[in-house]
């Protein structure tokens, strides 16, 4: 069974860092992109980052650059999404997708985490207060 488990979700004050978790069982990240979106009440889906299991590469939205760094350790099927100087405007669920690498060649990272996403975990809420 394939299965995508988030954790590490919290309360914090403006400022605070979160380390979120993404574990995998039942496949490998060869020839995927592992990353997180997320989503707001009454907002839409946001992607938020993703990193390219074969090459480590990594994308990130604007408005998280420079605050979020994603990683991956493939031996454990583990991605890791540290959040440093968390604002209100990250308060969200945020959700653990994979989607195979191959749709990069044709779509943008951000379309591939959230249309193309083989596999997405239950989601872990991250509340951020002034």
């Known amino acids: 069974e394939v299965q995508l488990v988030e954790s590490g979700g919290g309360l914090v004050h403006t400022g605070g860092s979160l380390r979120l978790s993404c574990a995998a069982s039942?496949?490998?990240?060869?020839?995927?992109?592992i990353g997180w979106f997320r989503q707001a009440p009454g907002k839409e889906r946001e992607p938020v980052s993703c990193?390219?299991?074969?090459?480590?590469?990594?994308y990130y939205r604007e408005s998280v650059r420079g605050r979020f760094t994603i990683s991956s350790d493939n031996a454990k099927n583990t991605v890791y999404l540290q959040m440093n100087n968390l604002k209100p405007e990250d308060t969200a669920v945020y959700y653990c997708?994979?989607?195979?690498?191959?749709?990069?060649?044709?779509?943008?990272?951000?379309?591939?985490?959230?249309?193309?996403?083989?596999?997405r975990g239950q989601g872990t809420q991250v509340t951020v207060s002034s």
């Open positions: 039942g496949f490998t990240f060869d020839d995927y992109v």
């Open positions: 990193i390219v299991s074969n090459t480590g590469r990594t």
């Open positions: 997708a994979s989607a195979e690498s191959r749709h990069l060649t044709t779509t943008g990272w951000d379309l591939t985490l959230l249309h193309h996403s083989a596999y």
